[in-house]
């Protein structure tokens, strides 16, 4: 008798086998909810509070976004990747979901309204500073600039840009500035 409802996952006695006390005969396992764990970066942790709301993707079966929320944040940051465990409970009614699945988890730690941002592929780096490579009619300029957060597709920038400056985003890796350029495409 399991102390809990769920699915029998595995068998280990055959029918007819003979079964001695503290055998084990088979393993019970509950799919509702399922738990989540991932990790995030030690610099991106302090802001991710429990409670907060937790997008999950799983690649494999669709494109649809699943949400959970975090339920638990280790105290202790893991000595080998500098990242923080977070584990959140994702509902699964029906057992649509496996456990095992692979999945991306996102958590918003912070939101900027009315932020510059620029694709995250525009920012190049080199001796811990961040810099673009602007359009300035025909030619390009170096502009270092500050960086705040990201989602990973777009990085805000706090210093050293202006709204309405235009970034090169495609080919930027060998420029200098006051290379000469063609726009090709202006978004």
């Known amino acids: 008798m399991a102390p809990f409802s769920g699915i029998v ?20 396992a509950d799919f509702d909810p399922l738990v989540v764990r991932f990790h995030v970066p ?5 802001p991710v509070e429990i409670g907060q709301p937790v997008t999950i993707e799983i690649p494999a079966s669709s494109t649809e976004l699943l ?4 339920a638990l944040i280790s105290p202790v940051i893991d000595q080998g990747t500098g990242t923080v465990k977070l584990t959140a409970y ?26 510059l941002t620029i694709p995250r592929k525009a920012l190049l780096s080199e001796d811990d500073l961040n810099y673009v490579f602007v359009a300035a009619s025909d030619t390009t300029s170096r ?22 400056d235009l970034v090169v985003t495609i080919g930027h890796g ?12 202006q978004k």
Do not use: C, M, Y
């Not at 007819?16 to 088979?26: D, L």
């Not at 509902?91 to 939101?111: E, K, Q, S």
């Not at 990973?152 to 920038?157: A, I, L, M, R, Y």
């Open 9 to 28: 996952t595995e068998r280990n006695v055959q029918l007819g086998e003979t079964v001695t006390p503290g055998k084990h005969v088979s393993t019970v």
């Open 42 to 46: 030690e610099s991106e942790a302090g």
């Open 67 to 70: 949400t959970a929320e975090v």
């Open 90 to 115: 994702l509902d699964n009614p029906g057992f649509t979901l496996r456990p095992g699945t692979f999945v991306r988890a996102r958590v918003i730690a912070a939101t900027h309204d009315s932020a």
């Open 143 to 164: 502009v270092e600039v500050e960086t705040g957060i990201s989602d990973g597709q777009f990085v805000e920038v706090l210093a050293g840009l202006s709204p309405g």
């Open 174 to 185: 060998g420029l200098k500035s006051g290379d000469k350029l063609k726009i090709v495409t």
